[in-house]
């Protein structure tokens, strides 16, 4: 069984468009992130979700919108693409948020913008 | 911000060679973890690092946090193919409730039969 589920693994799509991620997790934990992973692979934190309330919130223009719906899902929904918008999305998840927590993280979604 | 720098960022070498990466901050980190990520997937967890001064081993693998708490390093010893991948080292401090993991950039490692 999968642990962290993203959806869907590929996107392709135009500059303008509006386009969204899901993410499941079945592990039982209660805090979700989103992370993004650029072309240098750089893994930057973007949002943090713990049972549903927004906790990590970093410098991310507001067109990317996370929405918790239960602890066990975050989406992620993206208005007006940009190229720059062009990256891996990874959806993590912790049971233990403190300082030795482990992140379980999911395969990635791969967003293309043209 | 934190910034953990990486070193090197790109290493290749051959099979049965050893290696070390590096990891480095002008910051102070209640801990540290080190990952592993391979093409196509999502990174998973190696190691956690809490106290400064501590080496913990993973089969051919050790991983040492500095005494000061601001670096740390991963050793592979005869290192194989299966070992190719992106290593990242990535670090928590205390802000609040909210310890926020920061990654470092990575070093992409490839290990060549």
């Known amino acids: 069984d999968t642990a962290v589920s993203q959806t869907p693994k590929y996107l392709v799509t135009q500059m303008g468009n509006d386009k969204s991620i899901k993410c499941e997790q079945n592990?039982?934990?209660?805090?979700m992130y989103w992370y993004k992973q650029d072309s240098k692979k750089f893994l930057k934190i973007m949002f943090s979700y713990n049972n549903k309330e927004l906790i990590i919130n970093e410098t991310v223009p507001n067109r990317f919108s996370p929405k918790s719906p239960d602890k066990a899902h975050l989406n992620l929904h993206i208005n007006s693409l940009e190229l720059g918008d062009s990256a891996v999305y990874f959806c993590a998840s912790t049971r233990d948020r403190g300082h030795t927590g482990e992140l379980f993280f999911g395969e990635g979604s791969r967003l293309t913008v043209l | 911000t934190q910034l953990l720098e990486q070193s090197p960022q790109f290493l290749s070498i051959q099979e049965g060679e050893n290696l070390t990466v590096y990891c480095n901050s002008s910051?102070?980190?209640?801990?540290l973890q080190w990952y592993r990520q391979e093409p196509g997937e999502g990174p998973v967890l190696l190691v956690t690092v809490v106290t400064g001064g501590e080496v913990k081993k993973l089969k051919r693998l050790t991983f040492q946090f500095g005494d000061a708490r601001k670096d740390s390093s991963l050793h592979i010893t005869a290192a194989q193919p299966g070992d190719t991948g992106l290593y990242l080292c990535a670090g928590r401090n205390s802000g609040g409730s909210n310890y926020k993991l920061t990654f470092g950039k990575g070093t992409l490692l490839t290990v060549n039969p």
């Open positions: 592990l039982g934990h209660d805090t």
């Open positions: 910051s102070v980190f209640s801990s």
